[in-house]
DNA sequence: CGTGCGTTTGATTCTTCTCAACGTCCGTGG
DNA sequence: CCACGGACGTTGAGAAGAATCAAACGCACG
């Protein structure tokens, strides 16, 4: 998304579609954003098990669809992904961006089959963590069980978010929480904080915030205009993060 | 929230904020729409061991707060009740309205504590499960943990679609599908799923769905000019499901 | 019987959507 | 190497939807 700050992330080394190799999670160095937060070396190492394969998805692709029968969840260890639900009507809504560290699938548990798209926005390889496997081994670790819950309802919490987002605030604030959700978790991450690259379009930002693409490009102008941000194209670089925090802050005020 | 088809279900009973005796699940007629669910009768005995006490909690009382520490979910007995998140600026999102059967608290497990305000909109009850005893039954019992994860899964899958309608539907839309699915989840209980009080205020509604409480009652108005509902204030009548269906479906087509 | 909260309805304003045209970047093939 | 095409992005003008402001009504409760 950016320069990145942690060079020893694979940028991109595999090319099939299903590789057997084993990637030690203890050697990770997602383990403090991923599943294994909190988890000693000890801990690390019976962990391993649960991560069976890796899996690369070319950007386009989908991680999996909608109605797919439901068996692994995915921790995104390079690249970027969008999830989007679909209404019956053919429009979709995107529910999330997610990045190195973060979980896929989780909608799938409730019925065993997936219930939104999840589509590589760039050329991504996640680790694949069977479903099975990890309740099995979460029954007899507490730390991965409740890191597990944890996971599952930030989530939860996330979600919220986004509804206090579409349901209170204007283009603008929308827009602004938006980038400071991004600058944040991409400096978790490593990355510049003022610094991006977006990895999606401008009908995919609009769609997550439940604006037209025109809404937002003209969002983008006005915010260049006001000297917060400099756009160009895809290239954004934060001026003035105070601004944007500002109109975050007094959403809906 | 209608006419009670199953008059077993303890209308209002206690009147303390705490009680001691235990409910045995085995015996509860939500064990069908409640953490239960699936569980045979000799799973349900060790349940039970779960559910220490019962907390009423009457209209207009907070179950937990923003803020609060968690230690327990609740499983809504009897009444409604509504989860809202603030906005740092005060003013704040309904994020669901709860009824018999459903948790509430699940917001908690992210960081040990409350990410949203539970308020009771009728008098209510609730089982209290602490958290703690939840985590530890449910490692040496897969069936409980498995419908634990489809439980907070199918809360994610919930919210996504809130994102859809917050995202893309039009006011008609939403409290369309606000209605439908209000009728929906009291069928699941044996009420009516043409007539319905609702426990909540305009203002309540609109939070939810995302629109001022004028949009929520001109929508009504117009609603019932079309002959699709009657109102008369919180007593809704459906008399044309399908129209409702129809819009549902059509949503931002 | 009055008071107050919740609701309805109307007039107006504001934001965002829609439709349309044009511009830019980039990969492809001549 | 350049011309072309297509996807993506920007900008403008007008329309539509919902918000806002304001007033009056009804029902429940004390």
Redesign the interface.
């Known amino acids: 998304m950016s320069v990145p700050i942690h060079p020893d992330v694979p940028a991109s080394s595999c090319s099939g579609t299903l590789e057997p190799l084993k990637v030690a999670c203890a050697s990770c160095n997602l383990r403090e954003l991923c599943l294994p937060v909190g988890l000693n070396a000890a801990d690390l190492q019976r962990l391993d098990g649960l991560v069976e394969k890796r899996r690369s998805v070319p950007r386009g692709d989908h991680l999996f669809r909608n109605g797919d029968r439901f068996e692994a969840l995915y921790a995104v260890r390079t690249g970027f992904f969008k999830t989007c639900?679909g209404?019956?009507?053919?429009?979709?809504?995107v529910?999330g961006f997610q990045m190195a560290g973060e979980l896929l699938g989780?909608?799938?548990?409730?019925?065993d089959q997936h219930?939104?798209d999840a589509v590589a926005l760039e050329d991504s390889s996640v680790c694949v963590i069977q479903y099975r496997d990890l309740?099995e081994l979460?029954?007899?670790f507490?730390v991965l069980?409740?890191q597990f819950?944890?996971i599952?309802?930030?989530?939860?919490?996330r979600?919220?978010?986004?509804?206090?987002l579409?349901?209170?605030m204007r283009a603008e604030e929308r827009l602004a929480a938006f980038l400071l959700n991004l600058t944040q978790r991409l400096q978790a991450r490593g990355f510049s904080s003022s610094s991006l690259v977006l990895r999606m379009t401008r009908e995919e930002i609009g769609?997550?915030?439940?604006l037209k693409l025109e809404t937002v490009s003209r969002t983008f102008s006005k915010f260049q205009e006001d000297g917060v941000l400099d756009v160009k194209q895809r290239q954004i670089t934060v001026l003035d993060p105070q601004a944007l925090q500002r109109l975050?802050?007094?959403?809906?005020?």
Chains 1, 2 share one sequence.
Do not use: F, P, W
């Open positions: 639900v209404s019956e009507d053919g429009r979709d809504q529910t989780l909608d799938g548990i409730s019925s219930h939104c309740e979460s029954r007899e507490t069980q409740h819950h944890k599952m309802s930030r989530e939860i919490v979600d919220h978010g986004v509804m206090l579409l349901g209170n769609s997550y915030l439940g975050v802050s007094n959403a809906a005020g």
